[in-house]
T-cell receptor, first 112, second 112 residues
Framework: NAGVTQTPKFRVLKTGQSMTLLCAQD?????MYWYRQDPGMGLRLIHY???????AKGEVPDGYNVSRLKKQNFLLGLESAAPSQTSVYFC???????????FGSGTRLTVV | EDQVTQSPEALRLQEGESSSLNCSYT??????LFWYRQDPGKGPEFLFT???AGEEKEKERLKATLTKKESFLHITAPKPEDSATYLC?????????????FGQGTRLTINP
């Protein structure tokens, strides 16, 4: 049982480049989330989805786009990367209930 | 605006030395308070959910308690393997999805 899988684990981008982070879950969870984690800032919600085909903005959505074409996948896109997007990105999923999130192991992104 | 503040930022204890971590929160209406453990280079791991003041939950050497304004994570006779960052998060009433607002975390180090 893999849980939540994020790819890639590490990436270095040049300013202005684009990339997509992939999150896949095998628990049939309805809800999926993208967070970024920065020193001293804690985890901040970028975008989330309440089901296949739905997306919504979180606390810090600017510069990011997302898609949830399949229930098990949630993609995070950076169209034109900026150094301020250097961070560790976590994907998470949850059931409709109160069992907390299951997190992936993170993607460490550096924009130079 | 929902807010979560954790203290202290870092705590260093000797093995066997019990202590408590604090999570203060401001939320329009609390649906649930969550505790997570995060090891370096990994995603957060779910520990507990608390719903109402006076509630307590235990897991091995950890016990979480909840009041109307704060939660405590008590660590009894800790071992070096309890070293990690502990994250607190709140979910407010009225959220369609399980959006969580996280604190900055307390980095706990247990010395042998």
């Amino acid at each position: 049982n893999a849980g939540v899988t994020q790819t890639p684990k590490f990436r270095v981008l040049k300013t202005g480049q684009s990339m997509t982070l992939l999150c896949a879950q095998d628990m049939n969870h309805e809800y999926m989330y993208w967070y970024r984690q920065d020193p001293g800032m804690g985890l901040r919600l970028i975008h989330y989805s309440v089901g296949e085909g739905t997306t919504a903005k979180g606390e810090v959505p600017d510069g990011y786009n997302v898609s949830r074409l399949k229930k098990q996948n949630f993609l995070l896109g950076l169209e034109s990367a900026a150094p301020s997007q250097t961070s560790v990105y976590f994907c998470a999923s949850s059931e409709s209930g109160d069992y907390g999130y299951t997190f992936g192991s993170g993607t460490r992104l550096t924009v130079v | 605006e929902d807010q979560v503040t954790q203290s202290p930022e870092a705590l260093r204890l000797q093995e066997g030395e019990s202590s408590s971590l604090n999570c203060s929160y401001t939320v329009s209406g609390l649906r649930g308070l969550f505790w997570y453990r995060q090891d370096p280079g990994k995603g957060p791991e779910f520990l507990f959910t608390l719903y109402s003041a006076g509630e307590e939950k235990e897991k091995e050497r950890l016990k979480a308690t909840l009041t109307k304004k704060e939660s405590f994570l008590h660590i009894t006779a800790p071992k070096p393997e309890d070293s990690a960052t502990y994250l607190c998060a709140v979910q407010a009433l009225g959220y369609g999805a399980q959006k969580l607002v996280f604190g900055q975390g307390t980095r706990l180090t247990i010395n042998p």
